[in-house]
C-alpha cells in the first residue's frame, strides 16, 4: 500500500469523524463512538507436532456494545495484529447498526497463518484462544464468528472448548457447522448479499443486471457465492481471481465448470476455461461492477486512476482506501461500503443466534426472504440519506449507522 494512503484503522476513524460533523455531534461523543470498550491481549503457548512450543500473539477487541452484545469473526493471520483488530471491531459496530441488529461490534485475532499449521495445531490453538478469552465471551456478550482464516471447523472447536466451561451454549458462536446448530444459508450469506446489493445499486445508477459484466476479485468464499448470485441474476461473471491469479472470458465463466476444477485441486489462474491473468490486471478490466471480495487496501492511489468498472461493491472489508474514494467519485465510478455492501454474514449470523436462543431452526427460504428484506431496508436508508444530504453511500451509511449508536448510547445514560 503506497505511504500516503492511510492504514484501515485511519481510515475507519476518518469515516466517523466525516459522519460526527455531518450528525452536528460534539467532540465528546466523538471520542466515546472511536474508542473500544474493552481489548485483551493474550499470549497462546501451543505444543506443535514435533514437540517443540510457540507462543502466538491473540486479540480480542470489543469496539461498543451499546446496542447489543459484541459480535464479530476471529481473524487467522500473519497480520492480524492489536491495530487490524481494533479497526475490524470498529467497523462491526457500525455494519450491525446500518442493517439494524441488536449487536454491538467486536473482532478477534490471531497473528498466524493458518497454512502452515496442521488441523491438530489449529484446534490446539483455538482452544488456548478460547480458554484466554472465555471470560468476555458469551451469548449476552460477545459472540464471535468465522473471518479470515477461520472456519465453521473453528467455531466447532470454540463452541466445544466453551461448552466444556459453561455447558453447552450453542449460540456462543455463529457460523457453526449445520450439525452444531448451524444456520442454513450461513456460508453464501456475505457473497449473496454483497451480490443483492449490488443488483440494487445497479438498478439504481441504470445498469441492467441481465447482461451486466461483473468481475470479482477473490474468488473464496464470499466471492464465489457473490459470483454465482450475479449469473443467477443474469448477469455475465467475465473474470475472477484467488491468490494465485485470475482467469479471464469476455463472453462470461463457465462457474460450474470452474467450482470443479478448484474442487480437483486446481487454481483459478490455470482454469481451461479462461485467459489467465494477475490481481492487479484483473482490478483494472473495464467492466459494469467490480467486487473486490478478498483483502483490505487493494485500491488505493495508484490504481484507483486505472479503474475502469461503473459500480464497485466492497464485498471485503475496506478494499477501497480512504485516498481512493475521491479519486473514484472524480471519475463518475460509484462505490457501495463494504458495512452495507458485506452484511450478509452478521445478518445470517443474528439469525444463527436467534435461532440458537429460540431453540428453533429455520428454513433456508426464510433465512434467505428475511436476508434480502433487512438489506433492502439498509440499502434504501442508505441511499435516502445519501440524496437527502448530498453525500457518497460510504458517508451516508457512516451518518445511518452512527446515529443509531450515539441514540443507544445517549438512551442508555452510559456517560453521567
Known amino acids: 500500500m503506497p505511504a500516503t494512503d492511510r492504514t484501515m484503522l485511519e481510515g475507519a476513524r476518518a469515516s466517523v469523524d466525516t459522519a460526527v460533523s455531518g450528525l452536528g455531534l460534539g467532540d465528546d461523543m466523538r471520542e466515546v463512538l472511536l474508542q473500544p470498550w474493552r481489548e485483551v491481549t493474550v499470549g497462546l503457548p501451543i505444543r506443535m507436532d514435533n514437540g517443540s512450543i510457540r507462543v502466538f500473539e491473540g486479540y480480542r477487541s470489543q469496539h461498543n456494545a451499546a446496542r447489543g452484545p459484541y459480535k464479530g469473526g476471529i481473524r487467522y493471520h500473519p497480520h492480524a495484529d492489536l491495530e487490524h483488530t481494533r479497526a475490524l471491531a470498529m467497523l462491526m459496530t457500525w455494519k450491525s447498526a446500518l442493517v439494524d441488529i441488536p449487536f454491538g461490534g467486536a473482532k478477534g485475532g490471531v497473528m498466524v497463518s493458518p497454512r502452515d499449521l496442521s488441523q491438530g495445531e489449529l484446534n490446539r490453538l483455538t482452544r488456548r484462544y478460547t480458554m484466554s478469552m472465555h471470560h468476555i465471551l458469551g451469548v449476552n456478550r460477545d459472540i464471535p464468528a468465522p473471518d479470515l482464516g477461520t472456519t465453521a471447523q473453528t467455531m466447532a472447536w470454540i463452541m466445544d472448548a466453551y461448552g466444556a466451561i459453561n455447558g453447552h451454549t450453542p449460540g456462543v458462536v455463529t457460523g457453526k457447522p449445520v450439525e452444531m446448530g448451524g444456520s442454513y444459508g450461513r456460508a453464501a450469506a456475505p457473497g449473496r448479499g454483497t451480490a443483492f446489493i449490488g443488483c440494487l445499486a445497479a438498478q439504481d445508477l441504470g445498469i441492467s443486471v441481465d447482461g451486466a459484466s461483473v468481475v470479482v476479485q477473490g474468488y473464496g468464499q464470499v466471492g464465489a457465492a457473490a459470483a454465482a448470485t450475479m449469473a443467477d441474476a443474469g448477469a455475465r461473471v467475465i473474470a475472477v481471481s484467488d ?174
Open 243 to 416: 491468490i494465485s491469479g485470475g482467469t479471464r472470458n469476455p463472453k462470461g465463466l463457465d462457474l460450474l465448470a470452474l467450482d470443479s476444477h478448484i474442487k480437483l485441486g486446481g487454481d483459478v489462474i490455470e482454469f481451461p476455461g479462461g485467459e489467465s491473468l494477475t490481481n492487479d490486471e484483473l482490478l483494472e478490466l473495464e467492466c459494469d461492477i467490480l467486487i473486490p471480495g478478498a483483502i483490505e487496501d487493494v485500491i488505493t492511489t495508484e490504481n484507483a486512476p486505472d479503474i475502469k468498472a461503473r459500480l464497485v461493491v466492497e464485498g471485503a472489508n475496506r478494499p477501497v482506501t480512504a485516498e481512493a474514494d475521491p479519486i473514484l467519485a472524480d471519475a463518475g465510478i460509484a462505490v457501495i461500503p463494504d458495512i452495507l455492501a458485506n452484511a450478509g454474514g452478521v445478518i445470517v449470523s443474528y439469525f444463527e443466534w436467534a435461532q440458537n436462543v429460540q431453540v428453533f431452526r429455520w428454513n433456508l427460504e426464510r433465512v434467505n426472504r428475511e436476508l434480502d428484506n433487512i438489506l433492502t431496508r439498509a440499502y434504501h436508508a442508505t441511499r435516502e440519506t445519501s440524496n437527502d444530504k448530498g453525500v457518497s453511500m460510504r458517508e451516508a451509511a457512516y451518518q445511518v449507522a452512527v446515529a443509531r449508536v450515539s441514540d443507544a448510547i445517549q438512551i442508555r445514560g452510559f456517560i453521567h
